[in-house]
């Protein structure tokens, strides 16, 4: 199995990025997929997750409204962050589990990080 995050890069405070997350090994269709952050300093995060057979998606208070988690299959997964702010700015990883955790050290596969850095 294998999770592949890219699309971080530098950007303005309000400005937008689109991150994607390739997946392969297996079919995640009844996966939990979800995306977590880590900023210097602090501990991982949840940021969103999508499933795709039960049709849910859940996002952490501080991006609701901001950020939105989709795919185009079960195995493609994308998050869309707009208005961001310097306090978004974190390594992104994306991860999946056939359940849902809020607390990132229960999910089974991480993809590697990729860094946004989201400049006042």
């Known amino acids: 199995v294998q999770l592949q995050a890219f699309g971080g890069g530098l950007v303005q405070a309000g400005g937008s990025l689109r991150l994607s997350c390739a997946a392969s090994?297996?079919?995640?269709?009844?996966?939990?997929m979800g995306w977590f952050r880590q900023a210097p300093g602090k501990e991982r995060e949840f940021v969103a997750t999508?499933?795709?057979?039960?049709?849910?998606t859940i996002y952490a208070d501080s991006v609701r409204g901001r950020f939105t988690i989709s795919g185009n299959n079960a195995n493609t997964m994308y998050l869309q962050m707009n208005s961001l702010k310097p306090e978004d700015t974190a390594v992104y990883y994306c991860?999946?589990?056939?359940?849902?955790?809020?607390?990132?050290?229960?999910?089974?596969?991480w993809g590697q990080g990729t860094l946004v850095t989201v400049s006042s």
């Open positions: 991860a999946a589990d056939p359940n849902y955790y809020l607390r990132s050290d229960r999910w089974n596969y």
């Open positions: 999508i499933n795709w057979s039960a049709s849910t």
């Open positions: 090994g297996r079919t995640f269709s009844r996966y939990y």
